[in-house]
């Protein structure tokens, strides 16, 4: 080969830079591995064509690799496609582009680097020739630590760096088609070459400053796909910086947007509406009708997160117009989306899911397939408050691999909290914890504050469902925190209220009346009926628990109004439960019964395990009640294995020293006194002091038959003193004049 | 893999102790140049030299030979990677200090690219103590795979440095 002087169309660095590679090539006898590092595809065609014209007699050999499947299958590994390429032929030189794809830069393992670290000594073997690898910085910087036995074989390394027009070009491909639906591939792919492109735009001696500022933009970008924590903030900023130094309207109004995209995420919700009006008074003044109809939109979701329903709706409404009337289909059918999450923050599910059904064959015709999957996620979201739980797992379950592929990692963090909350439902708290704490790890990660607060309180109901309450107290304080700090009005009041089922379940009755009295006119506030009716049955079992039993009935009777209402099928049955218990308290057994029996099918029928448990220990209670011993002791065991299974220390107890109870009755004291024994220490360790108080009464009770008077006495006084400090100063006299009674 | 988890396996699986052919030092664990070892690098690439009928005088200039030596860190390959690198860079022999600069600039660079905040810290960590990189197994693997750190023995036995060409990274590490 021979080598001319260096081409005039590059700059002087580069000139050098090539005048190198010509010489590698002039001089190159048999196998010479060289990389070109170069960012830029305009650039890097520029110097294949010079390099062409530099030797024109020669025959170099081009080959673009095939990268692998999406899946990250390799096909045809980088050796093989470069023999197969040369066949029979003999190259003066190969030039290979495409290495950069045969890898996920963001993925931990890369099949195609690592055969061909496997197969350097064969293709050194094989190829007499140069071969030079063309790639972008990300792709070197990746080769070197994925494939170092092939890259310690190399001969030479060189640089290229690009102009502005290669940065104003590169920028438009990267901008094309930059959205959800591209493969998580390339979007790591463009999101590495954005960052190189910002290096070498910034070290420029002058930096061009609309060229910075879109690289900047879509850096930002990049970053909402990425997931940080950050969101793209820094990025935005710096670019609205610029495009208001250089007076570009659009710019200003497009980065003010997407700060408010960052700020709604990031649930600083005052933040993003300020900006969102901002950039619509911009998109209006410059008449960008379609991007005002976007910003409209967005206010509609800042509403929506503060849970102003009315606002919310008619903001959607309004852009929705405008979308149909400029035949934006897809902007229309993000706009039944949300409505659809109106409706369902409103509790109209039948309604919610009419709009989720509109729009989701739009998204799919469009190939949007982040709309299809948010689509298909809110479906499960319906299902889940009707208590669909199989549908919603199924839902979410097909939801959750789109999100995964496109790299959405706010709606993979979603489903997987979704799919917690489903098996948190179907009582399998393992399960249920890990996935709430997957959820919450990626939520961390990308800074989604509120659906942080919802997982902690979701690991708090977990916690209390396993009779962990001090745990849990901790986990919803943590949430309430989050809550308060950024405002969020409906998680707040959620808190309130599982704070007072929570310190309700730990015998702590005035404590638990102040958390709902404050969580239900917030519920009323915002209209979230569920919350409502949560609150309301919580204020009926507080009532319950200190013997106000007709006050209890009433409170359960408003509740169950309003879960029917809105078809929520686990509070309608919770409330009949709670409902029977009443009638129980007040020795009304036969109603009692009826109202369990009424209750049941609904938990067996949407598969809450728990829930049917404690019907059938109650039914349990009943039987014990009306003297039916045996009937009663097939109920507490059947209960009791349901219990064990889902692991709810606090059932198992109950159930064990009703077993005893049974005994009791059936004059197998022995057998008794050993079911009380094993009981107590399980309310001990659960903290639930009322029921420690109780199995000690019973104690007391059985000692009594015994004729174990110092065992009766210290019980007696065990039991009243508990109940004394959980403040059921009755139930303490009671036991006491039992204790003195002959 | 002597330097890996693998270690132990493999000396059970083909018996007997691994054999290192240790790199040649190019330094002393106080940080002194090791001029046995650099001489005989030198010595390499002399008879390659001798071999085109030039003179090392005709092709570096002053010390520039040494310097290149000194930042393979001993390594051969490295070595003449370098020299490649700066031959290409030459209309005219001999090779300059400013070209033999710029060559072992450009390899810095690159080495650099891959340099994560937690590799610079194992690797001054390395450097200062001139021992194995203890606090992360996984990592100290790496970067002795992808010679960022480079192994030496001297009669107390084997000590670690960072590839000198670390020291090279333009804003440092």
Known sequence: MAAVSAPVNLSPENQVEFATLARMLELASGFTLAFVRVNHPSLRDRLVEELLARFPQESILRLTLRPPLEDGTVVHGVVTQLLDAVGDGHPDAIFVFGLDAMFDPAARDSPALDILNLNRSYLAKRC???????????????????????????????????????????????KDGFDWNLGLREKHERAEILRHVLKEVESAAQPDSPVLAAVLYQLGHASEFEGTADGGRVHFERALALYRKIRDRGGEANCDRRLGDVALRQSRHADAKTLYREALTIYRQIGNRLAEANCLQRLGDVAFRQNRYADAEKLYQQALGWYREFGDLLGEATCLRNLGGVALGRDRYAEADD?????????????????????????????????????????????????????????????????????????????????????????????????????????GDVAGMQSRYPEAVEF????????????????EANCLGTLGDVVRAQGHYANAEIF?????????????????????????DVAGMQSRYA????????????YRRIGARLGEANSLQRL????????????????????????????????????MQRLGDVALQRGHFQQAGTAYEQALAIYRQVGARGGQANCVQRLGAVARNQVRYEDAADLYQQALPIYRQIGDRLGEAGCLLSMARLAVLQQNVPLAREAFDLAATMYSTIGLTAQAQQVRDEALAP | MAFSEAHLRLKAAYGGETLLLPLIPVSQRNGEDCLEGLRALCLIVHRRIAKTEATPQQVFEDDVLERICRVSGGYICN??????????????????????????????????????????????????????????PGLWNLLLRNLMALPYEDESGVWYDWNPLIAAVPGGV
Not at chain 1, 476 to 491: K, N, S, V
Not at chain 1, 595 to 613: F, K, M, S, V
Not at chain 2, 97 to 111: H, K, M, S
Request: proline content about 3%.
């Open chain 1, 355 to 459: 709009l989720y059904r509109k729009a989701q064959p739009v998204f799919r015709q469009f190939g949007d397939r982040l709309g299809e999957a948010n689509c298909i996620q809110s479906l499960g979201e319906v299902a889940l408050q009707q208590a669909r739980l199989a549908d919603a797992a199924e839902l979410y379950q097909q939801a959750l691999p789109i999100y995964s592929q496109i790299g959405e990692r706010l709606g993979e963090a979603n489903c997987v909290k979704k799919l917690g909350e489903v098996a948190r439902l179907q009582s399998r708290c393992s399960d249920a914890e890990d996935l709430y704490r997957q959820a919450l790890t990626i939520y961390r990660q990308i800074g989604d504050r509120v659906a942080e607060a919802a997982c902690l309180a979701g690991l």
């Open chain 1, 551 to 562: 006050e209890a009935g009433e409170f359960y009777e408003q509740a169950l109004l309003i």
């Open chain 1, 128 to 174: 007499c020739c140069p071969v030079v690898f063309l790639i972008a910085e990300f792709g070197m910087r990746e080769l070197m630590s994925r494939a170092p036995d092939f890259w310690r074989i190399r001969s030479g390394t060189y640089h290229f760096v690009g102009d502005t027009e290669d940065a104003r070009a590169t920028l438009g491909r990267v």
């Open chain 1, 580 to 615: 029977a218990d009443m009638s129980f308290h007040q020795d009304r057994y036969g109603e009692a019964l009826e109202t369990y029996q009424q209750a049941l099918p609904i938990y067996r029928q949407i598969g809450d395990r728990l829930g049917e448990a404690n019907c």
């Open chain 2, 79 to 136: 070595v003449f990677i370098l020299l490649r690198s700066a031959l290409e860079r030459c209309d005219e022999l001999p090779i300059t200090r400013e070209i033999a600069d710029r060559t072992i600039r450009r390899q810095a660079i690159d080495l650099s690219l891959s340099l994560q905040p937690r590799h610079r810290e194992a690797l001054r960590a390395v450097h200062h103590s001139k021992t194995a990189f203890s606090d992360d």
């Open chain 1, 516 to 540: 709902y009295r404050q969580a239900l006119p917030a519920f009323r506030q915002i209209g979230q009926r569920m919350g409502e009716a949560n609150c309301l049955r919580g204020l009926g």
């Open chain 1, 476 to 491: 919803y304080e943590q949430a309430l925190l989050i809550y308060r700090q950024i405002g969020y009005r409906l998680g």
